[in-house]
């Protein structure tokens, strides 16, 4: 047996470097797994603490206001905007998602539009906020608004709705389309009966991460949807209060931590169960 | 043959017709002056090594072409009862309705064993008065699928093993009352019993339509078609009854083929 | 692989008619942001002392009379953010792809990617708070500072967002590489770690430098985590342990005092655009680099 023999010093040299890189790899990818662990950990460990009921529904109160009372109309107005967003932009993505993977355009068109797609993506969020307050709430008259606030978000949300139901649509066979052509039917058909429900499980995983991603961005709707307090319903007209910008003006303001750490953990509880579901319709979605 | 006399006394009625095919995809050609003719009432079978054409046929037949990319028909003409299928004016529709086309890979659309059968008829409309559980199960037990799944027609398709599924796949074609049937390799997971109900289903339509079935297996060509063409490298190298096809005096590659020395 | 062919009714024409709106709304979207924030910049220019003053003469004092408008300090601490959250991120990011594509065991990658989606997935403002009870209450206790904001405050939390995104595309980068090439070298008697370092990480050279940018274009356009830590102040940076002000605070802290129309509003914008130029154009070197990692890598 070689390797019995006296390694060389080279050789040793090898096999020790071959140990310190699995080391080191191991180090990085058990930091990867600890680090958000810890993370949720945290906010768990003071969240819960001012988790309850009441707080999940009653509006703020207190002096300085939100230094007792709960989020109640926080997740109303977070559940609205994403709402309106969401009804804006997964039409137009779903209808961008079929037309870029079934009518195959030509190579050209699909790679800029694509493209564009992903410089949509890349527009920092702070970006769409000042785009959002000059055009919607100053230049069309809606004034800080849910309408404005909603708008701004399905631009945040489309790109993520598009690409997502785009892979779904892909990973649907080929064969399953000319089964159905065969028969003599049209586009229309096509794609309601057969790939949109083929499909559902992506389609409804890239919709759970887009709404995921959306109720927790705040740069672009700080200044074209939000107030500080708010009470008494929602108007499309009117400004409302959201999870992100109520947890931002907590700790800015310096308004109250044990209220900070309720409402950091009902974000990150909602991104979890986000993220769980996301991740159960892909493994649907993959095993139809 | 023994009904030979009786086949030269009626004329002999032609259904597809196809004249120096040639089809090229992306340049390369795969058929390359393909002449034949399927009569009425007939199955005929079309063998050949693996990427041959065989399936590029079917899909002149059907129009399914359009929908690869880059295949284009370069020359030659093919028609169905006298209409040309190369006709832009003629609706792709109506063609795949009148001729159906089985698959290779039996596909089960993302709904109940009923609604995949009537897929077709919702979308064409030619229920004339029927109730659509009553003619689901009518097609099916045309396609020798009833027995075996009447009491669960209303559960998804996708339950189904691979043998049933072909079946199934027939039966959605035969929903559209075709008057042409074409198949694409129909018993290629199949195993034997699976392979013989097919066959029998396939003898009995052949009554009322012609048929045209693509396969690489020898044998099934022997067992179920009235001709055979064999294809090689996109021409056809031999046609005719079974024996005069793949018989001892004919080309030495089909020999080899059929013989097994070619894959 | 291909798609449903030529349109076959009147209703599929309409349909993909539709469907078009939908694939060109995101460039009309993206073209109508590119137009209103240039326009914005454009309205009050007249009172900005030209670009150089603008990006480096001068300082940020709206109330002085007459005011200065000048982003210098901004792009400082901009600047240093980036440098500094990236050198940790880059190798830890990497490192962690690396361990998912090439080292670690299935069950270990299937609680590593969706811990990973997890950690992308943290709303900024969440970060910037725990930044806040962690980071900057630690600086005060621990080190005595009276303020614990400062610039290493936020670079630290800004490494932990955008480890993920850094991660996950390196990784895709690794997977790409053709498994046959590691087979070859491994079967000429080379380490693993030899092979990875040699061979693997070699081929996926322009997948991981667009890893790496795409780290850098999210650190970049961070808003609200840095805005909650990075103290807020628009003196120029010296140091890491100084507050500072990067682009993406002054933006979310000024917009809301200045009326549409002003010089000051003006500048805001300009200093949007410049954002929205810089991520565009990383995102189109991402492009490039992706593309040509897949094709390096297939070819």
């Known amino acids: 047996m070689r390797t019995a023999e006296r390694p060389s010093a080279a050789h040793r040299g090898a096999h020790l470097a071959d140990r310190l890189f699995t080391v080191m790899a191991w180090g990085c990818g058990l930091l990867g797994i600890l680090l958000p662990a810890s993370v949720v950990a945290f906010l768990l460990v003071d969240g819960t603490r001012a988790l309850s009921w009441r707080f999940l529904t009653d509006r703020p109160r207190g002096f300085p206001l939100g230094s007792a009372g709960g989020i109640g109309p926080a997740i109303q107005g977070s559940l609205a905007l994403v709402g309106i967003g969401l009804a804006v932009a997964l039409p137009l993505a779903l209808g961008g998602a079929i037309w870029l993977s079934e009518l195959r355009p030509d190579r050209r068109s699909s790679h800029l539009l694509r493209f ?11 970006v ?27 631009a945040v949300m489309f790109p993520i709705l598009l690409v997502s139901a785009q892979e779904a649509l892909a990973a649907v066979g080929p064969e399953v389309r000319e089964a159905a052509l065969a028969l003599g039917v049209d586009h229309t058909y096509v794609v309601k009966r057969v790939l949109l429900r ?28 939000t107030v500080y307090f708010r009470d008494g319903g929602l108007g499309l007209r009117e400004p409302v209060m959201t999870l992100p910008t109520h947890l931002y003006f907590l700790v800015a303001e310096a308004i109250s931590t044990d209220q900070a750490f309720g409402t950091a953990l009902v974000l990150v509880l909602a991104l979890l169960v986000f993220n769980a579901a996301a991740l159960a319709l892909r493994r649907i979605g993959a095993h139809p | 043959m023994n009904g030979s006399t009786a086949q030269a006394l009626a004329p002999v009625e032609i259904a597809f017709e196809v004249e120096d095919l040639h089809v090229h995809y992306g340049g390369a050609p795969v058929l390359r002056g393909v002449s034949l003719a399927v009569e009425e009432s007939s199955i005929l079978a079309i063998l050949g090594p693996s990427g041959c054409g065989k399936s590029t046929l079917l899909r002149v037949l059907n129009r399914t072409l359009e929908l690869v990319p880059d295949a284009r028909t370069a020359r030659g003409r093919a028609s169905f009862r006298g209409q040309d299928l190369h006709d832009r004016t003629l609706d792709p529709r109506l063609l795949r309705k009148r001729v159906g086309l089985i698959p290779q890979r039996p596909t089960a659309f993302p709904m109940s064993i009923s609604e995949n059968v009537l897929f077709g008829v919702r979308f064409h409309g030619h229920w004339r008065g029927r109730r659509p559980l009553d003619l689901a199960a009518e097609v099916l037990a045309r396609a020798g699928l009833l027995e075996e799944v009447k009491d669960r027609l209303r559960e998804p398709a996708a339950r189904l093993s691979v043998g049933q599924l072909q079946r199934l796949c027939i039966a959605r074609a035969l929903a559209n009352e075709p008057e042409a049937l074409l198949l694409d390799e129909p018993s290629s997971a199949l195993d034997p019993v699976s392979t013989l109900r097919i066959e029998e289903t396939l003898r009995q339509l052949a009554r009322d339509m012609p048929i045209v079935l693509v396969t690489h297996h020898v044998a099934q060509a022997r067992r179920v078609a009235d001709g055979v063409a064999v ?14 096809a793949m018989g001892p005096g004919t080309d030495p590659r089909v020999l080899d083929f059929v013989e097994g020395r070619s894959a | ?5 030529p349109p076959l009714s009147s209703r599929d024409r309409l349909g993909w008619g539709l469907c078009l709106v939908g694939a060109t709304a995101g460039a009309l979207f993206l073209a109508l942001t590119a137009a209103f924030v240039t326009r914005e910049a454009a309205a009050g220019w007249h009172g900005i002392d030209g670009l150089a003053g603008f990006l480096w003469r001068d300082a940020w004092s709206p109330l002085a009379s007459p005011p200065t408008l000048g982003v210098g300090h901004a792009l400082r601490s901009t600047a240093m953010l980036a440098v500094t959250s990236l050198a940790v991120a880059i190798p830890l990011g990497i490192g962690i792809g690396i361990f998912a594509s090439e080292v670690a065991p299935a069950p270990v990658r299937a609680v590593l990617q969706p811990s990973l989606e997890l950690l992308a997935g943290i709303p900024a403002v969440v970060y910037g708070f725990f930044g806040y009870v962690t980071v900057v209450r630690g ?18 939390i800004l490494a932990l967002m955008v480890v993920p995104f850094i991660a996950s595309t390196s990784a895709e980068a690794l997977r790409a590489v053709p498994q046959d090439l590691r087979d070859a070298a491994l079967s000429l008697g080379a380490t693993r770690s030899h092979v990875i370092r040699r061979v693997v990480l070699r081929r996926a050279t322009p997948g991981l430098f667009a890893a790496g940018a795409l780290g850098l274009a999210r650190a970049l356009s961070e808003t609200l985590a840095v805005l909650m830590l990075c103290g807020n102040a628009v003196a120029p940076p010296g140091s890491l342990l100084d507050r500072g002000q990067p682009i993406t605070a002054l933006l979310a802290t000024e917009l809301g005092e200045s009326a549409a129309g002003t010089p000051k509003y003006a500048a805001l914008y300009g200093a949007g655009l410049l954002l929205l130029l810089v991520a565009l154009s990383i995102n189109a070197g991402i492009w ?12």
Not at chain 1, 120 to 126: E, G, R, Y
Not at chain 1, 199 to 223: D, E, Q, R, T
Not at chain 2, 231 to 244: H, S, Y
Not at chain 3, 288 to 299: E, K, P, Q, S
């Open chain 1, 116 to 126: 564009l797609v992903e410089c949509l993506a890349a527009v920092p969020s702070v």
């Open chain 1, 128 to 154: 769409y906020g000042l785009f959002g307050y000059a055009f919607f709430v100053v230049f069309l008259r809606f004034g800080i608004s849910l309408l404005a606030g909603g708008l701004v978000l399905a």
């Open chain 1, 198 to 225: 083929r499909a559902w499980a992506g389609l409804l995983a890239g919709v759970v991460l887009a709404v995921g991603h959306a109720v927790g961005s705040a740069a672009p709707i700080l200044f074209t949807a």
């Open chain 2, 231 to 244: 294809f090689i490298d996109g021409r056809v190298a031999a046609m005719g009854t079974p024996e005069e």
């Open chain 3, 1 to 5: 692989m291909h798609g449903l062919g």
């Open chain 3, 139 to 156: 600086l005060e206790g621990g080190f005595g500072m009276v303020s614990g904001e400062c610039l290493l405050a936020a670079a630290a």
């Open chain 3, 288 to 299: 490039v680099l992706r593309r040509r990692a897949l094709a390096h890598a297939h070819g």
